[in-house]
């Protein structure tokens, strides 16, 4: 098990999946500058109900089971003076015990795994690759600068995941599934209902 800072959000980010963040509370940005002075990530997690922001409850909130460890690949002054940053998911991980830390920062004991090795995407799954390429090509999703090996299944399936505009206990859904054909099964049937066309 591994202690790491915890980011709770109403947000899912995949592994290998790009999502910029607007940091304004003390607690994240002290954390923001720890983990670029060493060299250290952070843990996204899904807050399933209630609200991270100051002044709520000082307990640990209620966050998912498991989540994605996440690195900062980029940072900005944003024009309303905020920090901006960009993450990039790294790895998933399982959460133990989970606390708050006297100053309001969140953490827990993890379960880090291994980063996922790239697996062939198999022919029967070259349409998500081709709707990736098409979503890559959009202005907003340019800006994230997103890593992609359209011939790499856990990648197409994660990216696809966190761009598509799914609801978020789906998208945890995703995120929680460890082996990759039922991970492209369960993204091809989410095409096909986003298409509305469900002969196939």
């Known amino acids: 098990m591994t202690e790491i800072a915890l980011f709770p959000l109403s947000s899912i980010l995949m592994p290998l999946g790009r999502m910029s963040l607007q940091i304004f ?8 500058a720890r983990c670029m002075r060493e060299d250290e990530g952070f843990g996204v997690v899904w807050l399933k109900q209630g609200s991270e922001v100051s ?6 909130p209620n966050v998912g089971q498991y989540g994605t460890y996440a690195r900062i690949v980029d940072w900005d002054q944003l024009s309303n003076g ?25 953490k827990a004991e993890v379960q ?13 799954y070259t349409g998500l690759a081709e709707v990736l390429t098409g979503l890559l090509r959009h202005p907003q999703i340019q800006r994230l600068s997103l890593r992609s090996d359209l011939s790499d299944a856990w990648c197409v399936s994660a990216q696809l ?4 505009p799914i609801e978020e206990e ?5 995120q929680g599934m460890t082996e990759i054909e039922p ?10 209902a986003l298409s509305g066309d469900e002969a196939r």
Do not use: C, T
């Open 55 to 60: 002044g709520g409850s000082r307990n640990a």
């Open 170 to 174: 789906i998208k945890y859904h995703l």
């Open 112 to 124: 880090l795994h291994q980063p996922p090795q790239p697996v062939p995407l198999p022919e029967a």
């Open 25 to 32: 509370e003390q607690r994240y940005v002290d954390l923001v």
């Open 82 to 106: 905020l920090l901006g940053i960009m993450i990039e998911g790294q790895q998933s991980f399982d959460v133990g015990s989970v606390w708050r830390e006297p100053d309001g920062l969140v």
């Open 183 to 192: 991970l492209l099964d369960e993204m091809d049937k989410i095409l096909v």
């Open 161 to 164: 995941a966190q761009l598509l």
